[in-house]
Nanobody
Framework: QVQLVESGGGLVQAGGSLRLSCAASGRTFSNYRMAWFRQAPGKEREFVAAIRRSSASTYYTDSVKGRFTISRDNAKNTVYLQMNSLKPEDTAVYYC???????????????????WGQGTQVTVSP
């Protein structure tokens, strides 16, 4: 499995921006489809965005389309989540996840991902 470490979370006012990073180690990063999930207090972990191994395409949950951008740098073994126009409802712990054997269709359920980071807290104040 690949080891994942997230960073970049913090406290920001509504309308602000944050950039999350997820550094991978242990396996060939470019072999993995990568994704971001988030989990708010008392709620289930939910899919945010994913990116194919070659960065050829991306996929977003409806609530973040046009505001968030997922990208990856395979030379740096890192995946990013640029978050703009943040809203209080974006407050959550954000997790990076890796899928070693991605299917052709996009995977949006946590059980489809093999490796997880420890999470980074994002708090958006009104």
């Amino acid at each position: 499995q690949v080891q994942l470490v997230e960073s970049g979370g913090g406290l920001v006012q509504a309308g602000g921006s944050l950039r999350l990073s997820c550094a991978a180690s242990g396996r060939t990063f470019s072999n993995y489809r990568m994704a971001w999930f988030r989990q708010a207090p008392g709620k289930e972990r939910e899919f945010v965005a994913a990116i194919r191994r070659s960065s050829a395409s991306t996929y977003y949950t409806d609530s973040v389309k046009g505001r968030f951008t997922i990208s990856r740098d395979n030379a740096k073994n890192t995946v990013y989540l640029q978050m703009n126009s943040l809203k209080p409802e974006d407050t959550a712990v954000y997790y990076c996840a890796a899928d070693r054997n991605p299917s052709f269709s996009w995977s949006t359920t946590p059980k489809d991902y093999d490796s997880w980071g420890q999470g980074t807290q994002v708090t958006v104040s009104p």
